[in-house]
């Protein structure tokens, strides 16, 4: 069944970088679009991210916009989010998520999420 | 793009029938047909519970389903579990450049 696997998170300073990655099993993972999905402490979900199949196509939140990017190696079933310039508000568990169901507008698997923690 | 508007928290007893609301605008809930359920335990992932406004994907109960009108969509619970116990949300598709926005949440209790 499908698999995501998050990693990379952890405590960074405010205006330092951090790479998370997600590791994807279980499915063609060339073939579908992948999402990244945050959630601040005590807080609700917001979307962060898109990226086509091929990666030709990339979407971000206006909150991360110039300064997140996502990308993905379809040879290692891999996606990236590379966080630059982070700011205390970017602290949240960070989902990779996908939707397998065809051309489709929700997410129907998620990785377990991975805590990224900005903070001096 | 603002987050979807849904109440802080509903609770019913077991057996019960509680709704949930999720009122957008005709930008993202009233635009498209595209608005999904997510339950959360804490600590843990979220799940999809509908999609698509209505529908339901293999393996969640029947109890479970999902409506909209105009700008508010609703998710009701019928005959209310212990295990239904959760944070739920509700997210829309809202075009092709916000793409997805989420509900502010509801916390589901079971009394």
């Known amino acids: 069944q499908v698999q995501l696997v998050e990693s990379g998170g952890g405590v960074v300073q405010p205006g330092r970088s951090l790479r998370l990655s997600c590791a994807a099993s279980g499915f063609t993972f060339s073939d579908y679009t992948m999402y990244w999905v945050r959630q601040a402490p005590g807080k609700g979900l917001e979307w962060v991210a898109v990226?086509?199949?091929?990666?030709?196509?990339?979407y971000y939140a206006d909150s991360v916009k110039g300064r997140f990017t996502i990308s993905r190696d379809n040879s290692k079933n891999s996606l990236y989010l590379q966080m630059n310039s982070l700011r205390p508000e970017d602290t949240a568990v960070y989902y990779c998520?996908?939707?397998?169901?065809?051309?489709?507008?929700?997410?129907?698997?998620w990785g377990q999420g991975t805590l990224v923690t900005v903070s001096s | 793009q603002s987050a979807l508007t849904q109440p802080r928290s509903v609770s019913g007893s077991p057996g019960q029938s509680v709704t949930i609301s999720c009122t957008g605008t005709s930008s993202d809930v009233g635009g498209y047909n595209f608005v999904s359920w997510y339950q959360q335990h804490p600590g843990k992932a979220p799940k999809l519970m509908i999609y698509?406004?209505?529908r339901r994907p293999s393996g969640v109960p029947d109890r479970f389903s999902g409506s909209q009108s105009g700008n508010t969509a609703s998710l009701t619970i019928s005959g209310l579990q212990a295990e239904d116990e959760a944070d739920y949300y509700c997210c829309s598709y809202a075009g092709s450049f916000t793409f997805y926005v989420f509900g502010t949440g509801t916390e589901v209790t079971v009394l």
């Open positions: 990226i086509s199949y091929d990666g030709k196509n990339r």
């Open positions: 698509d406004v209505t």
């Open positions: 998520a996908t939707c397998t169901n065809g051309v489709c507008h929700f997410f129907d698997s």
